[in-house]
Protein backbone atom coordinates (compact mmCIF):
# COMPACT_ATOMS: atom_id res chain seq x y z
CA UNK A 1 0.00 0.00 0.00
CA UNK A 2 1.27 3.88 -0.79
CA UNK A 3 0.01 6.82 0.09
CA UNK A 4 0.88 9.79 -1.37
CA UNK A 5 0.38 13.69 -1.10
CA UNK A 6 1.20 16.33 -3.35
CA UNK A 7 2.28 19.91 -2.58
CA UNK A 8 3.91 22.96 -4.07
CA UNK A 9 1.02 24.15 -6.24
CA UNK A 10 -0.42 27.67 -6.80
CA UNK A 11 -0.99 30.65 -8.27
CA UNK A 12 2.12 32.16 -10.58
CA UNK A 13 2.50 34.40 -13.48
CA UNK A 14 3.52 33.31 -17.14
CA UNK A 15 7.50 32.42 -17.37
CA UNK A 16 6.89 31.58 -13.53
CA UNK A 17 7.86 28.51 -12.42
CA UNK A 18 6.69 26.03 -9.26
CA UNK A 19 7.77 23.07 -7.78
CA UNK A 20 5.63 20.45 -6.81
CA UNK A 21 6.40 17.01 -4.81
CA UNK A 22 5.11 14.22 -3.67
CA UNK A 23 5.83 12.65 -0.78
CA UNK A 24 4.82 9.02 -0.08
CA UNK A 25 4.37 6.48 2.31
CA UNK A 26 4.60 2.70 2.48
CA UNK A 27 7.27 -0.05 2.04
CA UNK A 28 7.11 -0.42 -1.79
CA UNK A 29 7.77 3.16 -3.29
CA UNK A 30 11.06 2.73 -4.31
CA UNK A 31 10.27 -0.21 -6.26
CA UNK A 32 7.72 1.55 -7.90
CA UNK A 33 7.09 4.17 -11.10
CA UNK A 34 6.18 7.42 -10.23
CA UNK A 35 4.14 9.58 -12.70
CA UNK A 36 2.70 12.94 -12.80
CA UNK A 37 -0.19 13.80 -14.59
CA UNK A 38 -3.23 16.46 -14.68
CA UNK A 39 -6.61 17.44 -15.12
CA UNK A 40 -7.68 20.68 -16.42
CA UNK A 41 -11.46 21.69 -16.47
CA UNK A 42 -13.56 20.02 -18.89
CA UNK A 43 -10.86 17.86 -20.05
CA UNK A 44 -9.83 14.41 -19.73
CA UNK A 45 -6.33 13.10 -17.32
CA UNK A 46 -3.47 13.50 -19.36
CA UNK A 47 0.40 12.32 -19.34
CA UNK A 48 2.66 14.58 -18.00
CA UNK A 49 5.74 12.92 -17.00
CA UNK A 50 7.29 9.04 -15.54
CA UNK A 51 10.54 8.52 -13.76
CA UNK A 52 12.17 4.98 -13.47
CA UNK A 53 11.93 3.33 -9.93
CA UNK A 54 15.96 4.00 -10.28
CA UNK A 55 15.46 6.96 -11.43
CA UNK A 56 17.25 6.10 -14.55
CA UNK A 57 14.71 6.90 -16.78
CA UNK A 58 12.53 9.42 -17.58
CA UNK A 59 9.77 10.39 -19.80
CA UNK A 60 7.67 13.51 -20.89
CA UNK A 61 4.68 14.57 -22.64
CA UNK A 62 5.59 16.85 -25.48
CA UNK A 63 3.62 19.99 -24.17
CA UNK A 64 5.97 19.91 -21.43
CA UNK A 65 9.62 18.70 -22.54
CA UNK A 66 12.11 21.01 -22.14
CA UNK A 67 10.10 23.20 -19.35
CA UNK A 68 9.33 20.33 -17.10
CA UNK A 69 11.66 17.94 -14.89
CA UNK A 70 10.80 15.14 -13.11
CA UNK A 71 12.95 13.53 -10.29
CA UNK A 72 12.40 11.64 -7.33
CA UNK A 73 14.79 10.62 -3.87
CA UNK A 74 14.08 6.93 -2.98
CA UNK A 75 15.68 7.53 0.84
CA UNK A 76 13.30 10.52 1.73
CA UNK A 77 10.28 8.92 -0.32
CA UNK A 78 9.71 12.23 -2.61
CA UNK A 79 9.25 12.81 -6.66
CA UNK A 80 9.39 16.02 -7.35
CA UNK A 81 8.63 18.47 -10.08
CA UNK A 82 10.02 21.75 -11.07
CA UNK A 83 7.66 23.63 -13.32
CA UNK A 84 9.34 25.75 -15.19
CA UNK A 85 8.65 28.48 -18.53
CA UNK A 86 4.63 28.06 -17.43
CA UNK A 87 2.07 28.61 -19.75
CA UNK A 88 -1.42 29.15 -19.08
CA UNK A 89 -2.78 26.50 -20.21
CA UNK A 90 -0.84 24.54 -17.97
CA UNK A 91 -2.81 25.20 -15.58
CA UNK A 92 -4.79 22.31 -13.98
CA UNK A 93 -5.00 19.73 -11.03
CA UNK A 94 -1.79 17.91 -11.20
CA UNK A 95 -1.78 14.55 -9.35
CA UNK A 96 1.14 12.00 -8.76
CA UNK A 97 1.02 8.62 -9.24
CA UNK A 98 2.77 5.00 -8.00
CA UNK A 99 3.04 1.76 -9.66
CA UNK A 100 4.86 -1.32 -10.91
CA UNK A 101 4.62 -0.30 -14.43
CA UNK A 102 6.96 2.18 -16.41
CA UNK A 103 3.99 3.69 -18.19
CA UNK A 104 2.38 7.09 -19.85
CA UNK A 105 -0.77 5.57 -18.82
CA UNK A 106 -2.52 6.94 -15.88
CA UNK A 107 -4.73 3.27 -15.73
CA UNK A 108 -1.62 1.21 -15.14
CA UNK A 109 -0.85 3.42 -11.90
CA UNK A 110 -2.29 1.59 -8.47
CA UNK A 111 -2.18 5.05 -5.89
CA UNK A 112 -3.25 8.23 -6.25
CA UNK A 113 -2.32 11.03 -4.36
CA UNK A 114 -5.29 13.64 -3.43
CA UNK A 115 -3.71 16.40 -6.56
CA UNK A 116 -2.40 20.03 -6.15
CA UNK A 117 -3.88 22.79 -8.39
CA UNK A 118 -1.48 25.17 -10.54
CA UNK A 119 -3.13 27.60 -11.77
CA UNK A 120 -0.93 30.36 -14.58
CA UNK A 121 -2.51 33.44 -14.93
CA UNK A 122 -1.67 35.42 -18.48
Known amino acids: QVQLVESGGGLVQAGGSLRLACVAS????????MGWFRQAPGKEREFVAI????????AYADSVKGRFTISRDNAKMTVWLQMNSLKPEDTAIYYC???????????????WGQGTQVTVSS
Open 97 to 111: AAGPYYSTKGSRYDY
Open 26 to 33: GRTFSSAA
Open 51 to 58: IHWSGGNT
